[in-house]
């Protein structure tokens, strides 16, 4: 099967995951009320405690940006656990499409929604008094370095998702897995606040370079090499997790 019959598989099974969206509007609303509940309790009540809530919305909102996107990729597991619930992927197996086509399907609608969910949190934001400074260009690239890093999360998100027993069982895993990139990173506060073991982690963190990354992207600043470590990571990521959700998945429709 050609790369250009497998791209156009997938972007079938996109639509399909999307088209729910419109049948089940509680759905779309709950994506849409995260970020502003986020923003709310971090950017805003954490901005006030402050005492300088212009600089604090200006720091805190990439950081917190970067939170909702990553947190968003536990969808994209859960949707398959529940695909293999519903007995889903046992139609799929009497179906002449690629393996990769499912998953890709399932992770490209979440990026879309993922897209969507962005732009709500920025507008919100700009609602708070956050403010872009830099240029058009250096703003979409930040925004794209942070769907770039959610995709290849999502192909974690993806083979736990297809491993776990059931939606619940995969959603406890990813969270125990995003719990220490979130809040172990600068995305919320300078490494320099930080006690030693924390301080070391946060160094670590790959979640620390997007997020300072997209700071840098949107507020302005030196970005040094927090780009290009991000990139490495999300290279890194996709090169070892797409090959195994794709093995696990073939095993699952056997």
């Given at each position: ?39 709310v ?17 200006q ?8 939170q ?33 086509a ?13 897209t ?53 069982s ?85």
């Open positions: 099967m050609t790369s250009r019959n497998t791209f156009a598989q997938g972007m079938t099974l996109t639509w399909r995951s999307l088209v729910p969206l419109r049948n089940q509007p509680g759905e779309l609303i709950q994506l849409l009320l995260q970020p502003i509940f986020m923003i309790i971090f950017v805003v009540v954490f901005g006030a405690m402050s005492g300088d809530q212009g600089g604090a919305v720091r805190l909102l990439p950081g917190v940006l970067t909702v996107a990553l947190t968003q990729t536990i969808t994209t597991g859960m949707r398959l656990a529940e695909d293999i619930g519903n007995g889903v992927f046992d139609r799929f197996r009497s179906m002449p499409i690629a393996r990769s499912p998953l890709m399907g399932r992770i490209l609608a979440d990026t879309a929604t993922m969507l969910t962005i732009a709500v949190a920025l507008l919100v934001g700009a609602a708070v008094g956050f403010r872009i400074r830099t240029s058009p260009l250096e703003a979409l690239g930040g925004v794209a370095l942070l769907l770039t890093f959610t995709l290849s999360l999502g192909w974690v998100s993806a083979w736990l998702g297809l491993r776990a027993r059931s939606a619940a995969m959603q406890g895993m990813a969270t125990a897995v995003l719990l220490p990139l979130t809040f172990g990173s600068t995305a919320l506060i300078p490494a320099a606040n930080l006690p030693g073991v924390l301080r070391w982690w946060a160094n670590l963190n790959p979640v620390s370079h997007l997020a300072d990354s997209l700071r840098a992207l949107l507020t302005g600043g030196p970005v040094g090499a927090h780009v290009w470590i991000t990139l490495g990571w999300c290279t890194a990521i996709a090169a070892c997790f797409v090959p195994l959700a794709v093995r696990t998945y073939a095993r699952r429709i056997r």
